[in-house]
């Protein structure tokens, strides 16, 4: 994998890096530190990375390794560690777990966008551009504010059972 890359995708998945290890050690300075730790593994094993496979399952394996190392050390040093090594692993499958769900809701999600009606999709889009409000988009589609609310919740809903209706056709082939 290049160079540049690699740094986009260690950067798209700080965010989640980092709550996967807090979920562990429950400190947030402590999983900063490990989270830096884990970059620096990372880089070391960068030309180790398959990039036909999925990139985050394979840095949280780095994470939860550091994790645990700092969870060890900890021990060793004599210092009270909140929880267990079973315990971390357990949280660390959970919010392993939680991340593959809500990864396959966003892809739900976009998969799901993409049949609506264009005209369903833009009302979306619109609805949440920053500023955005409904009394202001109703009055610029010369609608009501409670017919436009409620278009907007008839969409809502129908992207939520087509969310619903791909998870569980994907949990069953």
């Known amino acids: ?6 740094v986009a995708q260690i ?13 562990m050690v429950w400190n947030a300075t402590e999983a900063d530190d490990i989270l830096q730790q884990t970059n620096l593994v990372l880089w070391g094993k960068a030309a180790e990375f398959d990039a036909t496979r999925p990139f985050l399952p394979w840095a949280m394996q780095f994470a939860q390794w550091q994790a645990l190392a700092w969870l060890k050390t900890r021990r060793r040093q004599q210092q009270r560690v909140v929880i267990d090594d079973d315990l971390a692993k357990l ?25 609506l009606r264009p005209e369903q999709r833009e009302l979306i889009a619109r609805r949440y551009e920053p500023e955005a409000t409904v009394t202001a988009l109703a009055a610029a589609g010369g609608v009501t504010a409670k017919a436009f ?3 907007l919740r008839r969409i809502r809903h ?6 619903e209706r791909t998870i569980a056709e994907e949990a069953f082939s």
């Not at 994998?1 to 690699?6: G, H, I, L, N, R």
């Not at 998945?13 to 996967?20: G, P, T, Y």
């Open 1 to 6: 994998m290049a160079s540049a890359e690699f």
């Open 11 to 23: 950067t798209r998945v700080q965010r989640q890096l980092h709550a996967f290890i807090l979920s």
């Open 91 to 115: 949280l660390a499958d959970e919010a392993a777990a939680d991340e593959q769900m809500f990864e396959a809701r966003r892809n739900a999600l976009a998969s799901c966008l993409q049949k």
């Open 149 to 151: 609310s409620d278009r």
């Open 158 to 163: 129908a992207l939520l059972e087509c969310i």
